[in-house]
């Protein structure tokens, strides 16, 4: 019986991290903070010597419409940054922090799987350096602010009616969406009405991931709207309620990159993690840059299918940050594009050429979305599985390349960096020849409301985009201070539409905005399409049943 991805990763051979750093780039140990002997933090001290340095080439790694198949794109990601190292380029990967929500839910941890891993994989999926703990102690100590603040006196007039800033937690409890805080008397504050999100959607998470030193990430903290003056409806800001400070004083740590390393000992940045349904959805800033200066290639990725991830990549965290990217690697898998063929889950290991003759349509949509709309070269790399037939595979590759692309079969999970290298030779000679430039799907100085139509008329493949009458009269309201912001779509990962059940390509389809909300310390504006929850909930079978812990400390139940 093959041994699960936590059974390998518990029998890998580990480096000390401090060893580590030292042999592959000179990072000397008074540079590095130990967390164990296997994960460290690197200081901004050091970061802030490496930016005289040329930059490596940077590659991104999206999927398809994410199937309940799985694709594989963290598994791809760290099987290609070992493949690269196994070719003799220096290479580094720079992937999110796992949040404990979806790891105690349905995907059971999120460090790469079978041979392609990070390690300590228990350490990286529960805790880890504290840094989803130090973002919930931060956006909660505002929370708490806001609250006291009204309770004394409420000096700044904020009306407890239009308050923005909800509560935060790193766990699925769909029963906090919604609740009343300040029951039980005067004394406990005013009763309003409140509620949780998931803390890796929450904006001081993109502010940890997109702020470029402590200052920056301190004046973002206190650009923090948190909610609206009674009458006048003026924006109160986190700095109003002098915060700003303690809540950097609680990031300090945090926001200094995290090193692990892979299962074949190359090192590997993991910092950050918001959600890409929610949020932006890419590692931090900080992490992506310093690779950078220290890797010939940098290999990251940006979280579920690219009408997501992709998108913000490059329309958020590149404009903000003025990255470059040389490539995206597109992972597909044949049984994903069965399922989007129109086959269940329970039955597609066999050969079904008609379905995936269907579902290419969803792979071919992002692929040209790559192409046209970000003008970037792709490389589809087929994450393999065993069942996949010759037939099925030939298909694949045979579409893409009538697209003008190459698919690649990568067996990564199976055979680690062996596994990818013809992925990883492919990738260097498209890199090497190739001078395109990307591009943004809409501009800086269009209306809000066009930068979202542009999004889902594009990448979406919609035709009309409607607006609830608050949201647009919102959006109209924000122009004028906030028309430069990019926007962040909020909408289901399982679909190009904004409803999870729609499978492949769709077209025309309507795009419904029911939501908004200002993220003015990140610096974007977040649009919420159709029932997407910015607090998800457990599944009927919690992945949390399986996890486990013997006398030992030895944790079994992670995938």
């Known amino acids: ?239 109003d309620l002098k915060a700003q400070g303690a809540m950097a004083a609680l990031l300090k740590e945090a926001i200094k990159p995290n090193i692990v390393q892979t299962l074949e000992n190359n090192l590997a940045f993991v910092h950050g993690g918001p959600f890409a349904n929610i949020a932006h959805g890419c590692n931090s800033v900080t992490a992506t840059k310093t690779a950078l200066k220290l890797a010939q290639y940098v290999i990251t990725e940006a979280g579920f299918g690219a009408d997501l991830g992709a998108e913000k990549f490059l329309d958020i965290k590149c404009r903000m940050a003025g990255l470059n990217p040389s490539l995206i690697v597109l992972v597909a898998t044949v049984r994903a594009m069965k399922y989007h063929g129109g086959v269940n889950k329970e039955n597609l290991n066999g050969e079904d050429l008609a379905a995936l003759d269907r579902g290419l349509a969803n792979l071919e949509r992002h692929f040209t979305n790559i192409r046209d709309h970000y003008g970037l070269p792709c490389v589809v790399s087929i994450n393999h599985f065993t069942q996949d037939s010759e037939a099925e595979i030939k298909m694949l590759q045979e579409r893409v390349h009538k697209l003008g692309g190459t698919a690649v079969v990568a067996r990564h999970w ?37 930068k979202i139509t542009a999004i889902a008329t594009k990448i979406y493949g919609a035709g009309p985009v409607t607006f609830a009458e608050a949201a647009r009269k919102q959006l109209d309201e924000w122009n004028k201070d906030y028309g430069h912001f990019p926007v962040c779509m909020a909408k289901t990962q399982m679909s190009l539409t904004a409803d999870p059940t729609v499978r492949g390509a769709p077209n025309g389809h309507t795009l419904n905005v029911r939501e908004v909300r200002l993220a003015n310390g990140a610096g974007f504006v977040v649009a919420i399409c159709g029932d997407m929850m910015t607090m998800p909930g457990l599944p009927k079978v919690p992945a949390a049943e399986k996890i486990d812990v013997d006398g030992k400390g030895n944790i079994s139940g992670l995938f």
């Open 1 to 239: 019986m093959p041994l699960s991805d936590i059974e390998i990763a518990q029998k890998a051979s580990k480096k000390r991290i401090l060893e580590l750093a030292r042999e592959q780039y000179g990072i000397d140990s008074e540079h590095l903070e130990p967390y164990g002997h296997y994960k460290a933090k690197l200081s901004l001290e050091y970061i802030d010597t490496l930016k005289n340095r040329p930059d490596g080439k940077l590659i991104l790694t999206t999927a398809i419409s994410p199937t309940p198949a799985g694709e594989g794109k963290t598994t791809t990601t760290v099987g290609l940054g070992d493949a690269l190292n196994r070719m003799g380029k220096k290479t580094v990967i720079c992937l999110r922090e796992p949040s404990l929500g979806p790891c105690f839910g349905v995907k059971g941890g999120a460090a790469g799987g079978g041979y392609a891993q990070v390690v300590p994989m228990e350490d990286i999926n529960l805790h880890f350096t504290g840094d989803l703990h130090a973002i919930t102690s931060a956006h909660n100590l505002l929370s708490a602010m806001i609250d006291n603040h009204i309770n004394h006196g409420n000096r700044l007039n904020i009306d407890p009616r239009l308050i923005a800033w909800r509560r935060v937690m790193d766990m699925n409890d769909r029963a906090l969406r919604k609740i009343v805080v300040g029951l039980g008397g005067t004394a406990n504050g005013f009763v309003r009405e409140d509620g949780f999100d998931i803390t890796v959607a929450s904006e001081v998470m993109a502010i940890l991931c997109l702020a470029g030193s402590l200052d920056d990430l301190k004046q973002r903290l206190g650009n923090i709207v948190v909610g609206y003056t009674q009458g006048e409806r003026k924006p109160v800001h986190a700095r």
């Open 414 to 450: 199976a055979d680690g960096s062996r596994g990818a290298e013809e992925l990883a030779r492919t990738v260097v000679s498209l890199v090497e020849k190739s001078k395109a430039k990307h591009k943004y799907v809409y501009e800086d100085n269009a209306r809000l409301t066009d």
